[in-house]
């Protein structure tokens, strides 16, 4: 079974940055595309941004040009850096394949103040 393990999150002033990491277990890392996701409370999981196997991005509208995602596929893990933060950015942020895996893992929190 797959396990996610997030992390890197923390509380930072607007204009902060950070660099999120999730390593993956198990197989298949290297074929699947790999993706963030956000929650904020009360609120749906949304798509943050994506990585394919030969490191073709995507972003949401919302990101672009603040987040970059990469991956390290030896190590199995997928990065988010993040830069020029805003409020706005404070969620639960997780990683997961595209489509996904049924399970998730515990996710990390961002907290940006103004």
């Known amino acids: 079974q797959v396990q996610l393990v997030e992390s890197g999150g923390g509380s930072v002033q607007a204009g902060g940055s950070l660099r999120l990491s999730c390593v993956v277990s198990?197989?298949?890392?290297?074929?699947?595309?790999m993706a963030w996701h956000r929650q904020e409370p009360g609120k749906e999981r949304v798509f943050v941004a994506s990585?394919?196997?030969?490191?073709?991005?995507n972003y949401a509208d919302s990101v672009k040009g603040r987040f970059t995602i990469s991956r390290d596929n030896a190590q199995k893990t997928v990065y988010l850096q993040m830069v020029s933060l805003k409020p706005e950015d404070t969620a639960v942020y997780y990683c997961?394949?595209?489509?996904?895996?049924?399970?998730w893992g515990h996710g990390t929190q961002v907290t940006v103040s103004s």
């Open positions: 997961n394949a595209l489509p996904p895996w049924a399970n």
């Open positions: 198990g197989s298949m890392f290297g074929v699947k595309t």
């Open positions: 990585i394919s196997p030969g490191r073709s991005t």
